[in-house]
């Protein structure tokens, strides 16, 4: 197969007057298993059926290989695609699902049979071949949707949340059945999700999308890690927000003020905001619970608080733990037989502030409070 490169250049979408997408610029390498996140309504899927061509964007150009595919029909495109809800023929056999796309392009019956067959058997389907899709588990017909979207040996592979309709373990081999696929073939391959744990485990690299326009592309950590607004970190992971004020910067050193944890001095990072009101974020796992009497590590700011809930979730125990006014979740590993710390315990709550994030306060984020 092929590889291509994506280029997205400036595009525009609308139904009427109705804006859905807007200024979208992105390069998708050859190879490569892109995945764009976003919440439902964000045009994410609208980004995909303008790619296959089913609609045609209101401004700006998609170009495959550099070659702009404007005025190419879906049909000579050259990609494949999977649909969430499947979209099998249902009076069909498998064979003939996934053959009905290339069969009037193969007159040799033989050639047809083969090539079918041997996609069915690259998807551990090949005993399927007679069935209807009645007939068939949910895995399987989703192994049928993509055969017959890789059967005609497509340029590109668009995947449109093609694991929502799964149960979890079904969905998690699926993804790692996909991913395993995908770099066999080597097909650059973009798949759209509101799931972050299908976009993060197996993508190259994602674009986070919400209202239309591209928030932020990188690798999973980097996104995960360090994402650039509110918005990304809101939707990517959990986290928790501490509103305050960025009071002053001086000699590499950010002052953090908060009425609930207090004045904090810490270095600069590269992208620390200026002065005036601001969130820290922290992720859950990025902090550490102590006894309110142990030694305070030096390599960490130590906040005070009050254990209010607990939640054993296996592998981790989150902690809901108020902090003056504020209440933040804290992840804390699970070991054999290890206790949980009761409700109205007090604790010191730590963390590194490396590994937070702030963010300034702007007007559409007023369902933060922030403090003078």
Known sequence: MNRVTIEVRNLDFSYGAKPVLRNINLCIEAGELFAVLGPSGSGKTTLLRLLAGLERPSAGSIRINKTDVFDIPPAQRDV??????????????????????VAEHHRNGT??????DKILKMLDIAETRDFRPDCLSVGQQQRVALARALVSEPRLLLLDDPFSNLEYELRVQMRHDLYLLQRKLGITSILVTHDQEDALSIADRVAVVAHGTIQQVGTPAAIYDFPNSMEVARFVGVTNFLPGNVKHIESQLIEFFS???????????????????????????????????????????????????????????????????????????????????????????GFDPSRSRLFPVSAEMSSVSVYD
């Open 80 to 101: 494949g695609m999977v649909f969430q809800n499947f979209s099998l023929w249902p009076h069909m056999s498998v064979f003939e699902n996934v053959a009905f796309g």
């Open 259 to 349: 009425h609930d944890i207090g004045h904090h001095r810490w270095p600069i990072s590269r992208d620390a905001p200026s002065e005036g009101p601001s969130v820290l974020s922290i992720r859950p796992h990025a902090l550490h619970i102590a006894p309110i009497d142990s030694f305070r590590d030096g390599r960490y700011l130590w906040l005070e608080g009050t254990i209010r809930s607990s939640e054993f979730l296996g592998e981790v125990v989150r902690y809901q733990i108020d902090i003056g006014s504020v209440s933040i979740s804290v992840n804390q590993a699970h070991f054999t037989c290890s206790s949980v710390t009761p409700s109205g315990t007090p604790v010191l709550v």
């Open 111 to 116: 050639e047809l049979e083969k090539r079918v």
